[in-house]
């Protein structure tokens, strides 16, 4: 007699042992990849890449230059501010020199000068004042010989202050004032200087050039990643622990690591394990559904090959 199944029955018998499969329910394994830590480094500036000196998968130090942006604008800046520094040093150092012979000689000059003018002024006033009486000279005539008169006085008042200051020297104020006037400036320089470095950049970090998200000639976003390195001796596992096995593992506890492809297993450190399940928060679920929460975990492989390459499936039997 030939029985004949068909295939919907066929899925139907074999769907459920599927579905217990892929549902998480078996809890005695840890599953995860190998993985190493990956360094970004970002743009700092929205630049054009002008150069790429070193090629995707090539080892690098640190201190190697990955990735140079276009420097021409922020070194028009970094100029500017030094220039707006040595100003600043020029006026400290003019103010505590102070005034030079000649300058006070020439302020004198100018005291002796307005009081000649003085002199004469009033001369003029006093004379023409008499012959007003007489109508030889008119009010008006007397008046602007009046004005001219105590314009000089004004005049002179104002030399001999002007020769007074440049006599005492500068006030200490405005010594603090350049002072801190320079220290501003030093300020601005050292900002631009900064942010003209970061144009190169460079690795922070031993590892292998993995990624150069942008082309030559392309301009980058601001705070895009420009370069990322894949650093570390050794990978190490990223792993997913089962619910049941939480509570009883700590950082610094040893674990047999299965990587595949890998005839014997590795000896694994738990490095750190995270305190917060993966996916739904464990206050939503039942009771068997916490069975099927995970925790991420790193685990330390201290005698793996630095060859292992990161993304391989590993398995961690718990203990």
């Known amino acids: 007699m030939n029985l004949t199944i068909s295939t919907p029955f066929i899925l139907a018998a074999a769907l459920p042992a599927f579905l217990d499969r892929c549902s998480g329910s078996d809890t005695s394994v840890a599953l995860g990849v190998l993985a190493r830590d ?64 000649e300058e006070i000689a020439i302020a004198k000059a100018k005291v002796a000068g307005a009081v000649a003018r003085l002199a004469d002024a009033e001369a003029i006033y006093d004379r023409n004042a008499r012959l007003v009486k007489k109508s030889v000279v008119t009010e008006a005539q007397v008046e602007n010989d009046l004005a001219v008169r105590d314009s000089a006085r004004a005049e002179l008042a104002s030399a001999r202050e002007s020769l007074k200051e440049l006599q005492n020297g500068t006030r200490p104020e405005d010594l603090a004032v350049a002072e801190a006037n320079v220290r501003a400036a030093e300020a601005s320089v050292s900002a631009q200087r900064t942010v003209l470095d970061n144009l190169t950049v460079i690795a922070t970090r031993d590892g292998v050039l993995d990624s150069l998200p942008w082309n030559l000639g392309e301009r980058v976003t601001f705070g895009s990643p420009v370069a990322v390195i894949v650093t570390g001796q050794a990978p190490y596992a990223r792993v997913y622990v089962p619910e049941p096995h939480r509570v009883n593992l700590r950082p610094g506890e040893t674990l047999e690591v299965r990587v595949d492809g890998l005839a014997d297993p590795l000896d694994g450190v738990i490095r750190w394990i995270s305190d917060n399940a993966s996916f739904t928060p464990y206050y939503g679920l039942n009771q068997d559904d916490r069975t099927r929460l995970v925790y991420l975990a790193e685990i330390d492989l201290p005698t793996a090959s630095p060859d292992l390459p990161a993304g391989v499936p590993v398995q961690v039997p718990m203990p």
Do not use: N
Not at 39 to 62: F, N, Q, Y
Not at 86 to 96: C, G, I, S
């Open 38 to 101: 990956r360094v970004a480094l970002t743009a700092t500036a929205s630049e054009i890449v002008v150069d790429l000196p070193i090629a995707e998968g090539a080892v690098v130090k640190v201190g190697d230059t990955l990735v140079q942006l276009d420097p021409t604008l922020q070194s028009a800046k970094l100029a500017l501010a030094q220039a707006e520094l040595e100003k600043a040093r020029a006026t400290f150092l003019k103010l505590q020199v102070g005034p030079r012979e």
